[in-house]
């Protein structure tokens, strides 16, 4: 992958971002705290929560991009690259497929990479189990960013898990732990499929900076960070 980092959004992306979350940020009153933690320059690791309605990690980006100029380039579910037309579009918004080489290459060019460690499973997660991290199982990230030599920052939108009531389900557990197929009962803005009207506030934590890559200890290095990332994750969930 090739000039990863200057990717750039084109008019008709622009536009679209304009037209789809235009709407969407004013009847959320999306806002973002915290934008200053965000380096200027250089690669960075940012580490979403993933909600069900997903969006909110869009409008984020999008805000990101206004008020810094850099444009957020995400690893994405390999289903979406196998699907016509939104495979085009993901790629036009700067969405790569999900693997550890993309990543590498986006981050090592001095760009800007979005991942939701937690990634579609944690979208699924049924209401009794809202604003929890699941990524204790997840150290990819981690050692992403610690092979790569990037600060990790990270981004919570703990509301988000309010704009639908995920059903548990046994269908919706078999059809994704067996073929990666996402088959919620949800439940949005008074039983129909709309989000319910709930104020997203998205929140930037401190960046944390990886300690000089050393392959023979890599897995301690990657536990010491791990740790105080989900913690602060999980602190970060909770404010509104």
């Given at each position: 992958?090739?000039?990863?980092?200057?990717?750039?959004?084109?008019?008709?992306?622009?536009?679209?971002?304009?037209?789809?979350f235009?709407?969407?940020?004013?009847?959320?009153?999306?806002?973002?705290?915290g934008?200053?933690?965000?380096?200027?320059?250089?690669?960075?690791?940012?580490a979403?929560?993933?909600?069900?309605?997903?969006?909110?990690?869009?409008?984020?980006?999008?805000?990101?991009?206004?008020?810094t100029?850099?444009?957020?380039?995400a690893?994405?579910?390999?289903?979406?690259?196998?699907?016509?037309?939104?495979?085009?579009?993901?790629?036009?918004?700067?969405?790569?497929?999900?693997?550890?080489?993309?990543?590498?290459?986006?981050?090592?060019?001095?760009?800007?990479?979005?991942?939701?460690?937690?990634?579609?499973?944690?979208?699924?997660r049924?209401?009794?189990?809202?604003?929890?991290?699941?990524?204790?199982?997840?150290?990819?990230?981690?050692?992403?960013?610690?092979?790569?030599?990037?600060?990790?920052?990270?981004?919570a939108?703990?509301?988000?898990?309010?704009?639908?009531?995920?059903r548990?389900?046994?269908?919706?557990?078999?059809?994704?732990?067996?073929f990666r197929?996402?088959?919620?009962?949800?439940?949005?803005?008074?039983?129909?499929?709309?989000?319910?009207?709930?104020?997203?506030?998205?929140?930037?934590?401190?960046?944390?900076?990886?300690?000089?890559?050393?392959?023979?200890?890599?897995?301690?290095?990657?536990?010491?960070?791990?740790?105080?990332?989900?913690?602060?994750?999980?602190?970060?969930?909770?404010?509104?």
């Open positions: 992958m090739k000039n990863a980092a200057k990717h750039e959004l084109t008019p008709r992306v622009k536009a679209t971002f304009e037209t789809l235009g709407p969407l940020a004013r009847y959320h009153q999306h806002s973002v705290v934008m200053e933690n965000i380096p200027a320059t250089g690669g960075v690791l940012l979403f929560s993933h909600s069900f309605a997903t969006y909110d990690g869009f409008l984020t980006g999008y805000e990101i991009y206004k008020s100029g850099r444009v957020p380039m690893l994405g579910d390999n289903l979406i690259f196998k699907t016509p037309i939104l495979r085009e579009m993901a790629w036009d918004l700067g969405i790569r497929p999900g693997n550890h080489e993309n990543g590498q290459a986006i981050l090592q060019d001095g760009g800007m990479l979005l991942l939701a460690p937690g990634g579609m499973k944690e979208s699924l049924p209401r009794e189990q809202r604003y929890r991290v699941e990524w204790e199982r997840r150290r990819g990230f981690v050692k992403l960013a610690l092979r790569s030599q990037v600060p990790i920052v990270l981004v939108c703990g509301a988000a898990d309010d704009l639908y009531s995920v548990q389900s046994r269908l919706t557990s078999f059809a994704y732990e067996r197929v996402p088959l919620p009962v949800i439940f949005g803005r008074r039983g129909t499929p709309l989000p319910k009207k709930i104020t997203l506030r998205a929140f930037v934590s401190e960046p944390f900076y990886p300690p000089v890559h050393d392959p023979e200890n890599e897995a301690s290095q990657v536990e010491s960070l791990h740790g105080p990332i989900v913690e602060r994750m999980q602190e970060l969930m909770k404010l509104r």
